[in-house]
Structures are given as structure tokens and as C-alpha cells.
């Protein structure tokens, strides 16, 4: 369980810090800017590059929301999902703190104006997005993300084309979202830049929490309703 819960956590650093850094760093950067498609392919790349190196030590769930899909599914026991959710909030705290370090290195960095890639709805939402088109982004896109999880880590599907798959998935997730929420589909990932930025990003991370989760759970308990024989 150790070893299982240092590569959670390690895996989730390597989510947080590199697609929230590469919004923070990349994505506006003079001239030769990442944009929203940059940032969408880092997010997909880092669960990539992860679940290759450590999905045969944790499962490379990187994300609250796919753990509890992942029990709601029948794949991960009760017993496992509050200290993997543990090490995986660790994990993005402690990567949003070593980004602000970074970021804070530039004369143009202010964190009250530039922030860390925080999740939002409404007046923080990257497009203005309302609360209801924020819930039914994060449900439906969670959902279909732990679907995909499910899908590719079934024993029948092809065997070492999961984390491509996976990642593409994420990517895609990101490419819909950045817009409307600065795409959350991880409570872990939403909650280490809203501890850091504070203000309305922290009030309102308890939604990246409850519609994220809603999104898996549903996933998950549907996926065990049509894997039955």
C-alpha cells in the first residue's frame, strides 16, 4: 500500500504541475503561446506518460473522481479509495505550492491576476459559462472519461493500449472544457490551485468535488450494469 500510494501521489503531482503549469507558463506565453490545444494535449500526456510508468504499481487513477468510478465499477476495493483519495489531494496541493514557486520567478507574475489554472463557474468560468452548463460539462465529461478507463482496463479489451487511450480521452475531455470550467474532471486537480489562489476559486471548489464524483458514479455503476453476463 505504500509503494501504491507514493506513485498516487507522484502521479498526481505530475498532472497538476505540468497541465495546470503548462496553462500557467505556456499557454499565453509572448508570441509563441501553447493555447487552450496545448494545454488540452499536456493534460492528456502527463496521465499518458504516467500510467505507463506507474499504472502496474497504483492503477494510475490520478483523480478522485476516477477512484471512486473505479469501486463504483467493481474494480478497486472500499478499503482503497479514502488513502488513495489522500495521497492523490497531496499530490496536487503540494504541485500547485512548487508551481506558485516557479511562476512567482517572473516580474509579470501576480497570483491574484494570473492565478494557477483554478476551475470555475460563472464569473470564473474562462468563458462566462453558467452553473448549469459548468454541472452538465463536469458530469458528462467525468463520466465518459471513467467510462473510457473502465473500457480500456477491461481484461477483454487489447492488452498495453490503455494509457494511449486514456490520454487521448483526457485530451479530448480538456479540448471541450477549457472553456467553460478551465476543465476540472478531477477533484484533486481543482483543489491544489484553489487552496493556493484562495478567494472565489475556493469557494467554489466544492463543486469541482460533487459533479466530478456524480459524473463517475454513474459511470461506474452503469458500466457494472452492462458488464453483466
Request: a neutral charge.
Amino acid at each position: 500500500m505504500a509503494h501504491r500510494l507514493f506513485a498516487e501521489t507522484f502521479g498526481t503531482f505530475w498532472l497538476v504541475f505540468c497541465g495546470c503549469g503548462s496553462a500557467v507558463l505556456s499557454a499565453a506565453f509572448p508570441q509563441y503561446g501553447i493555447g487552450f490545444a496545448g494545454v488540452a494535449l499536456a493534460f492528456g500526456l502527463t496521465v499518458l506518460t504516467m500510467a505507463y510508468a506507474l499504472g502496474h504499481v497504483s492503477g494510475a487513477h490520478f483523480n478522485p473522481a476516477v477512484t471512486i468510478g473505479l469501486w463504483a465499477g467493481g474494480r478497486v476495493p472500499g478499503r482503497d479509495v479514502a488513502p488513495y483519495i489522500t495521497a492523490q489531494v497531496i499530490g496536487g496541493i503540494v504541485a500547485s505550492f512548487v508551481l506558485l514557486q516557479i511562476a512567482s520567478g517572473s516580474p509579470d507574475y501576480v497570483l491574484a491576476t494570473n492565478g494557477l489554472a483554478s476551475n470555475g463557474f460563472g464569473e470564473h468560468s474562462p468563458g462566462g459559462f453558467s452553473m448549469m452548463s459548468a454541472l452538465t460539462i463536469e458530469i458528462l465529461l467525468t463520466g465518459g472519461f471513467v467510462i473510457v478507463i473502465l473500457g480500456a482496463t477491461d481484461a477483454r479489451a487489447p492488452a498495453g493500449f490503455a494509457p494511449l487511450a486514456i490520454g487521448m480521452a483526457l485530451t479530448l475531455v480538456h479540448l471541450v472544457s477549457i472553456p467553460v470550467t478551465n476543465a476540472s474532471v478531477n477533484p484533486a486537480r481543482s483543489t491544489g490551485p484553489a487552496l493556493v489562489e484562495g478567494g472565489i476559486a475556493l469557494q467554489q471548489l466544492w463543486f469541482f468535488w460533487v459533479y466530478p464524483i456524480t459524473g463517475a458514479l454513474i459511470a461506474g455503476f452503469t458500466w457494472r450494469a452492462l458488464s453483466k453476463d
